[in-house]
């Protein structure tokens, strides 16, 4: 890796934390509902949208529903969503009470199981 692709790396992680909370903001306009965060939380680059449905649980949302909320973000340029391949975040952010509320609700589904 070069050393200009390093510090252009180091200037980006510093930029995110430090407009952490207007990324969040910005981001809680397209993510207005819990489970758009989780759908957030989960574009990974990895996760199709049967996955993501999958993980939130089918009873909470449908796939149509994430496959809207997806066509959105990619309108809106926050993600790349090429066909039959997994979305992927183009800003490289999830806000740490997203994370805490995707885990809290995937505990409360194995609480439920169980």
Do not use: C, H
């Not at 390093?6 to 909370?21: G, P, S, V």
């Not at 049967?50 to 009873?59: L, T, V």
């Amino acid at each position: 890796m070069s050393e200009e692709l390093k510090e252009l790396q180091k200037i980006t992680r510093t930029l995110t934390l430090a407009y952490a909370d207007s990324l969040e903001k910005s981001l809680g306009k397209y993510a207005s509902t819990d489970e758009r965060k989780m759908i957030w939380v989960l574009i990974d680059g990895i996760n199709m949208p049967k996955d993501i449905m999958d993980r939130i649980g089918k009873d909470r949302i449908k796939e149509r529903a994430i496959r809207v909320f997806l066509e959105t973000l990619e309108e809106a340029k926050l993600i790349e969503n090429p066909k039959r391949k997994p979305p992927e975040r183009l800003i490289d952010f999830v806000p740490a009470s997203w994370i805490a509320l995707f885990e809290r609700e995937v505990e409360a589904e194995g609480d439920k199981a169980t």
